[in-house]
């Protein structure tokens, strides 16, 4: 049975992981590989970084940061941040990353999720949504947000999702920015209209506090995998005490 | 040395990297003679079936492939390099596989999510060497769409659900092949890579 992935993500800026200091037995929790071959270890499904070097310096930490960990991790990982158009997206490709997020880029130029799709498989291009409940009068919508959640697009956030597939997106990975840092939950009613619209793997982000949340998700909302940070960063939890927390509640789960 | 072939079909950095890791010497390559000199060859990709074996021909290496196995080289495929190894395939029109084992290619028969990707557990079908160390049961990283149909029952040396039963790895004599991504599959997947290169 296909089993449902638990996924760390890790923010770095300039190279250097810029969470993550509960791991005491490696030697520079500032190193994104260090950092996820002690999640690979711990069981983690898969890995997402983010990079958030401020955009006039980040094409070359990219790539470089995709080159780094294809020499020492294991599992499937997905590099995003900044990447604008197909040459950024081989680049980061061909450095050895499974697949690329790509968010702004997408919502600005929509085609270049076509024409990456096409060229590379939709198996490795992963449209990143941020989405906000906003309100017009009495019509209420989840609109997707660019530029790290400063700027609105207008849109609506399970219409655009709907869109990226047709596009060719191979997998959707969809923040709640309601719920992001609450650690009150994922957004389930967001998670539940974006998995019901689309026919592609659905990753839910964004407000992940406990384990309970975890399995909510999934059973709630049919998320595919749960991305957190905070909650495994800090050492609230172990990836293994997720999984066997998952699999107690009946969701298939890889445990080694 | 092996020799992971080069045809211009998907990432090969990965599988390099995983084989160095388990402490294997690897190459990289198209030309056929470099096959020839291989203690092992790796046939992996990522793609389109026909694409791929119209790679393979441009570049003489169908020929090589098959003289090699013959000859009793250990031969490992991943992926797209499982479905090669078959006869036809049906993935965008019909085409022409190396034809090393019986049987053909089909998409996947399920009403499921395709591709399906992620990780799946495997159901071992017969003893292997290159399952030594594998729990029966076990979870490996899987991103395909398309499924092998062998011809010979005795070929299927692992199975696994989704939404139906496909064959995930066969092995005859010295051909073996995965449709998962054991340079995907972390520390179990890196075992079946130490088992292959010893």
Not at chain 1, 176 to 198: C, E, K, P
Request: glycine share 10%.
């Amino acid at each position: 049975m296909l089993c449902k992935r638990i996924i760390p993500c890790l923010d770095v800026r300039n190279g250097r992981v810029v969470k993550g200091i509960r791991f005491v037995n490696i030697r520079d929790a500032g190193d994104p590989v260090e950092l996820a071959s002690a999640y690979d270890l711990e069981g983690a499904d898969e890995l997402v970084f983010l990079d958030i070097t401020a955009s006039h310096e980040r094409r070359d930490t990219v790539v470089d940061l995709a080159r780094r960990c294809a020499e020492e991790l294991f599992i499937p990982f997905t590099i995003g941040g900044g990447m604008r158009d197909e040459s950024d997206i081989r680049k980061v490709l061909k450095a050895g990353a499974d697949k690329i997020a790509i968010n702004s880029a997408a919502l600005a130029n929509p085609d270049v999720i076509n024409r990456c799709s096409r060229r590379f498989g939709a198996q490795c291009i992963v449209v990143a949504i941020d989405a906000k409940l906003v309100s017009s009068g009495e019509e209420k919508k989840w609109e997707p947000f660019v530029h790290g959640g400063r700027t609105g697009t207008g849109r609506d956030a399970v219409e655009w999702a709907r869109e990226a597939v047709e596009r060719g997106a191979g997998e959707i990975l969809l923040t709640s920015m309601d719920a992001d840092g609450t650690q009150d939950g994922y957004d389930i009613n967001l998670t539940r209209a974006i998995t019901q619209a689309v026919g592609v793997p659905v990753i839910a982000s964004g407000g992940a506090g406990n384990l309970d949340h975890l399995v909510e998700v999934v059973k709630e909302a049919d998320a595919d995998a749960v991305l957190a940070a905070s909650i495994f960063h800090y050492g609230t939890y172990t990836i293994r005490e997720a999984k066997e927390h998952m699999a107690a509640a009946g969701i298939p789960m890889r445990l080694k | 040395m092996i020799v992971i072939i080069d045809y211009g079909m998907g990432n090969l950095r990965s599988v390099e990297k995983a084989l160095e890791k388990v402490g294997a010497e690897v190459a990289v390559s198209r030309d056929p003679d470099e096959l020839r000199r291989a203690d092992r060859i790796v046939l992996p990709g990522v793609g389109a079936f026909g694409d791929a074996m119209a790679n393979l021909e441009k570049r003489g290496l169908v020929e090589a492939i098959k003289g090699e196995v013959a000859a009793g080289k250990p031969l490992l495929g991943i992926c797209l390099g499982l479905d090669l190894l078959f006869e036809e395939s049906d993935e965008h029109g019909r085409h022409q596989g190396l034809g090393l084992l019986p049987g053909r290619v089909e998409l996947l028969p399920t009403n499921l999510k395709i591709p399906h990707i992620g990780w799946n557990q495997i159901n071992i079908r017969k003893e292997s060497r290159l399952l030594a160390g594998i729990p029966d049961g076990s979870a490996f990283y899987f991103v395909h769409s398309y499924v092998v149909v062998p011809g010979e029952e005795s070929d299927i040396l692992c199975e696994t659900e989704y939404g139906c039963t496909f064959v995930s790895a066969v092995e005859r004599g010295n051909i073996a092949a995965f449709q998962f991504h054991p340079e995907k599959s972390s520390s179990l997947g890196l075992t079946i890579l130490r088992n292959f290169a010893s």
